[in-house]
């Protein structure tokens, strides 16, 4: 019985981690003999290039949201809840409050969803510049 916690326990570690872009960070260590000043000079040059090739600057805030960015999303989801809710409003005998909730919770989908396709689009640049960051310092 133990043993099968401890593989519920990796498994969902596993895919926790999956989702959430498992080498966030790039860790610098000196080859050998490598004096900390060459290192950070090695690193400086590998954040330039890595942030002219990839188009990210890891130092600077990530751009606001445009206002209106998930508009779509959430005009996309309250259609299709009002559609589904209609229908099952009207079974239950009044589409109306079926099409209004359907709406409202598909609104709130729908701007799930957007925002899960933003956060995904960042982190795939963020992923970007790692890798850049990564090939410059193995040289």
Known sequence: MKTVVQY???????LALAGTGF?????????KGQSAE????????????AKAQSGVDPG????????GQH????????ARGAGLGAAVGAIAGDAGKG???GAVLG???????????????????????DRAFAACMEG
């Not at 519920?8 to 596993?14: L, P, S």
């Not at 060459?38 to 290039?49: A, F, L, P, R, V």
């Not at 508009?71 to 309250?78: D, E, S, Y």
């Open 8 to 14: 519920v326990v990796a498994g969902t570690a596993t």
């Open 23 to 31: 080498a966030a960070d790039v860790f610098v260590y000196p080859q």
């Open 38 to 49: 060459q290192q950070n000079k090695d690193s400086y040059e590998c954040y330039n290039w």
């Open 60 to 67: 600077a805030p990530p751009p606001p949201a445009q206002p």
């Open 71 to 78: 508009a779509r999303g959430v005009v996309g989801g309250a």
């Open 99 to 101: 099409a209004a909730a």
């Open 107 to 129: 609104g709130v989908r729908g701007r799930r969803r957007s925002m899960a396709a933003q956060q995904a689009q960042q982190q795939e640049t963020s992923s970007a510049y």
